[in-house]
């Protein structure tokens, strides 16, 4: 008989996590005013609000925490981590940042200024925040089959390149400080780039005399669906696949705490001198000085075992294997979400679930809520509410999609975790037609309003 599946890994410690009653977590979800972020962590079973910061590390990177050097300046865990990023990305500069949207700040003071532009695949929130923050405008240029959840393609994260270049056209080199290629696309559903696009988009930027960043966050996994899906690659290992990745990028910004499977970390790497020279200076008043930015000695140690162990095939096997399992199991379901199944999440699609509710009461909130009271289980909105409002007319901004993401984080959620949420979805499924009303706002912030807004059901 062929042996099943199992884990690279054995787990040597364990954190308890407990269940509520649904009178509890009505109680609880109550006075969060509706908003999953406002939640206390040990009123939640299982936390699927990100996959960032939330996975476990491994002896390894645990072990390196204690040879983690403190100097202020000149740290040896300073140099180890960047002979890992040299290694890794190929990038001859980097500066530590305490996470992926201080890279954002640090690298975009140095390069963005109002009325810019930034061509993008699904700019992340942050990226968009700090790029709206500077009244620069983030033009998304994603594909349009990423708008079809149904659509089942290896690459619905890529860029259009024909929407891409009549940007590039339309706008003079000095107005476009750089085009951002999110690899995994997290806002379309953790859906990969291929290689040819990362290469098209290359091409592109140097023709029109672009750089071309890459936001970096799933990095590996997008190696592993180029690895997986893509013609002249199986043979390939992750770490070749990333350095080919890297080799058409000019910069990169990357929130380590995803593929890098640390707590906390970030940073931004560069091969321009001078552009270092002047981000530096942005990184010592923003973060702390250029060789810890904002990270401890011990956590770039985590780091650049992190970056290392996870840029390995087996790693990225089993955890890309998890959230499959997740997807199949809704296929069994009927349940519709983005599909294929993604890199670090399944994108439940909320319109399709719950058809009752209108757009404008916030369909992907409103599932949110109902798995959290079904099951303890809390995911994210991926919809209007994240979309913002319009910065011009300040109307809200009703995006293509309203997702609710189940993001898993790495090794931490046994399969047994993934049978409870995938009932759980089902239960709501069933009982669909009977869910009417949403959700209205009674608070939001101007800007980035999904982490504090406070709503009241219709
Ligand atoms: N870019 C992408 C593609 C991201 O997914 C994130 C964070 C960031 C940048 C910002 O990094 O959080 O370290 O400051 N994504 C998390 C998520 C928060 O849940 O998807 P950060």
């Known amino acids: ?36 972020f406002k939640l206390r962590s040990e009123q939640v079973f299982i936390d699927l609000l990100t996959d960032s910061g939330t996975g476990s590390m491994s002896d390894r990177q645990w072990g390196a925490m204690m040879t983690g050097d403190e100097s202020y300046a000149g740290a040896s865990s300073y140099y180890r981590l960047r002979e ?3 290694r890794i990305f190929g990038f001859e500069y980097f500066l530590p940042t305490h996470q992926g949207r201080a890279a954002e700040n640090v690298l975009f003071t140095a390069l963005v200024k109002a009325g810019d532009i930034i061509p993008g695949n699904s700019h992340f929130d942050t990226t968009k925040g700090h ?60 859906q990969p780039v291929s290689m040819e696009n990362i290469r098209q988009t290359s091409l592109l930027c140097r023709r029109y005399g672009v750089p071309l960043l890459l936001d970096s966050a799933r990095f590996a996994e997008n190696a592993y669906f180029i690895k997986t899906r893509e013609e002249g690659y199986a043979d390939r290992s992750i770490k070749e696949i990333v350095r080919e990745m890297y080799s058409y990028a000019d910069l990169m910004t990357i929130s380590a705490k995803k593929d890098g499977v640390v707590n906390m970390g970030g940073f931004t790497a560069m091969r321009d001198k001078e552009l270092f020279d002047r981000a530096s200076v ?63 999440a399944i994108f439940v699609d909320a319109r399709r679930v719950l058809p009752n509710v209108p757009r404008e009461e916030f369909p992907a909130q409103t599932l949110g809520v109902e798995l959290y009271l079904e099951a303890g289980i ?6 209007a509410i994240l979309a913002d409002r319009d910065p011009e007319t300040r109307l809200n901004r009703y995006p293509k999609l309203e997702l609710l993401r189940l993001a898993i984080p790495r090794r931490t959620y046994t399969d047994n975790h993934i049978a409870v949420i995938a009932a759980a979805c089902k239960n709501i499924y069933d009982r669909r037609e009977s869910i009417v009303r949403g959700y209205k706002i009674t608070y939001e912030a101007p800007i980035m309003r999904h982490f504090t807004v406070e709503l009241e059901k219709l």
Not at 172 to 180: M, N, R, T
Not at 295 to 324: H, K, P
């Open 282 to 344: 942005f990184n010592i008043m923003f973060e702390g000085y250029v060789t810890y930015g904002g990270m401890s000695g011990r956590d770039m140690e985590a780091l650049a075992v992190g970056l290392d162990e996870n840029t390995e095939f087996e790693q990225l096997d089993a955890r890309i294997r998890q959230v499959a399992l997740l997807g199949r199991l809704l296929d069994q379901y009927g349940i519709p979400y983005q599909r294929p199944a993604g890199g670090h």
């Open 131 to 190: 790029i709206e923050y500077r009244r620069a405008v983030a033009l998304d240029c994603t594909v349009d089959q990423a708008a079809d959840t149904q659509l089942e393609l290896p690459f619905k994260g890529n860029i259009d390149c024909a929407k891409l270049e009549r940007a590039l056209e339309a706008h003079p080199a000095e107005k476009i400080p750089f085009v951002c290629l999110t690899v995994t696309n997290n806002t379309a559903g953790g």
């Open 378 to 383: 809390r995911g994210v909105e991926i919809g």
């Open 1 to 36: 008989m062929k042996l099943p599946y199992a884990e690279p890994y054995r787990i040597k410690m364990t954190e308890a996590i407990r269940t509520s009653t649904r009178e509890e977590r009505e109680e609880w979800i109550r006075q969060a005013r509706y908003n999953l």
């Open 84 to 86: 890992t990023v040299r």
